[in-house]
């Protein structure tokens, strides 16, 4: 059997060290403390679930619900937006249910990307912007996120060549995995940049709602001439614990919306109307779950920040997201930390390298785990670098 060339392309091979890691420690019978991950361990809205349960005993909803799905989730998507942002957008045109934020980030470069056409993409990134882009055969030009620019890109570092060769660039607020937020002035920019270039700006926005300690993330659409130039990807997995719904939506460009539903409407043939309703229903009434997500986050972080200190590991404090960015505490290079503190101590964490070169030298740090756990996970590393010195 002969795979396709493709496949050799996709960044596989630090998770499949990482997975035989995790089934090693578990044989050695050492508790195995999960902070790689990035899947949230709080519950959804009860009244999600309950609809979700209710629904799903009804005939009627096992229909195609086609890839644009309802009006009133469209409808619900677009109100959103107004309340949280104040940007006005068209239900009908500029706005698209994907499965998943995922499932949209991965698409949109077979709307855009030809064989040899180029994308700007973050290092440290997401991984499948990487691999969305691989999957097509594109050009990968790397926008580099460092410290000494806020983890922001600096698009005077590249060339006019590589921005007149970009047709699409992926940005992500707040970063996963370096948890920097970006603020207007920075998205005022982009436009600037993206319209100079003709370059189709994509946004993933899947933690916009998850930002603590007084950060209030802005929409890249607030800035103005934003929706000429791009589209911002959201989700419901991180906002309302839904993640195995696979619900998030795309908003802005009505061009760049209709040429990912057409892709799309070839691919799949929409969510499960229930979770539509489900979405829907989160969208509009479950603020309540936002809010507890982000005080439990901001504890999390505290407990994390305070044992790193106490640890001697020098860390920045995180405001968003569900992860802490860290300098590797020894002089190991990432992965070689990762795989000593795991075996070691039993905490797995992820090395920075796996989210590109310029991840190196950094772990992330997941806080899915409950407080009493991540206590624990932060005591073993006390110990594993006490040892170390
Ligand atoms: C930055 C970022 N974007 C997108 C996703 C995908 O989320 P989903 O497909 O569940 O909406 C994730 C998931 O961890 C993420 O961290």
Redesign the pocket.
């Known amino acids: 059997m002969k795979l396709a060339s493709r496949l050799n392309k996709l960044q596989i091979s630090i998770y499949s060290e990482l997975a035989a890691l995790k089934e090693e420690i578990k044989h050695t019978g050492k508790t195995l403390i999960d902070l790689s991950i990035?899947s949230p361990d709080l519950s959804p809205p009860r009244e999600v679930q309950e609809l979700i349960s209710e629904q799903a005993l009804d005939d009627r909803v096992y229909d195609y619900t086609l890839t644009r799905g309802t009006a009133e989730f469209r409808e619900a998507c677009a109100n959103w937006y107004k309340q949280r942002f104040n940007v006005d957008l068209d239900p009908e045109t500029e706005v698209l249910p994907v499965m998943?934020?995922?499932?949209g980030?991965a698409h949109i470069f077979w709307a855009f990307i030809d064989k040899g056409d180029a994308a700007l993409i973050p290092d440290p990134g997401?991984p499948?912007y990487t691999d969305g882009l691989a999957l097509v055969e594109g050009e990968k030009i790397p926008l580099p996120l460092l410290s000494t620019n806020d983890f922001l890109p600096d698009f005077s570092q590249l060339s006019p060549q590589q921005a007149q060769k970009a047709k699409l660039m992926i940005l992500?607020y707040p970063n996963?995995p370096t948890t920097a937020t970006a603020g207007p002035e920075f998205f005022d920019q982009v436009v600037e940049f993206a319209s100079k270039y003709k370059i189709i700006v994509c946004h993933?926005a899947?933690?916009t709602e998850l930002a603590y300690a007084g950060t209030k993330p802005v929409s890249f659409l607030q800035a103005e001439g934003a929706k000429e130039v791009g589209v911002e990807f959201h989700?419901l997995?991180k906002s309302f614990n839904l993640?195995g719904l696979?619900l998030?939506f795309v908003v802005g460009n009505a061009r760049v919306i209709k040429a990912l539903e057409t892709i799309k409407t070839n691919i799949d043939y929409g969510s499960f109307r229930p979770f539509l309703k489900a979405g829907t229903m989160a969208l509009s009434s479950c603020q309540k779950t936002i809010e507890t997500n982000q005080q439990t986050y901001k504890r999390r972080s505290e407990i994390w920040f305070k044992g790193c200190e106490e640890a001697g590991w020098d860390i920045t404090r995180p405001r968003a997201t569900m992860f802490v960015w860290a300098p590797v505490p020894t002089k190991q290079d990432s992965l070689s930390f990762v795989m000593d503190l795991a075996r070691k101590s039993g905490v797995l964490l992820v090395p920075g390298v796996a989210f590109g070169e310029h991840g190196e030298g950094y772990v992330r740090i997941g806080l899915v785990q409950k407080e009493a756990l991540l206590k624990e996970a932060v005591n073993r590393i006390k110990t594993f670098l006490l040892n170390e010195d």
Request: glycine share 16%; aromatic share 12%.
């Open positions: 990035g998943g934020s995922q499932d980030l997401y499948i992500n996963n993933d899947a933690y989700s997995s993640a696979r998030g």
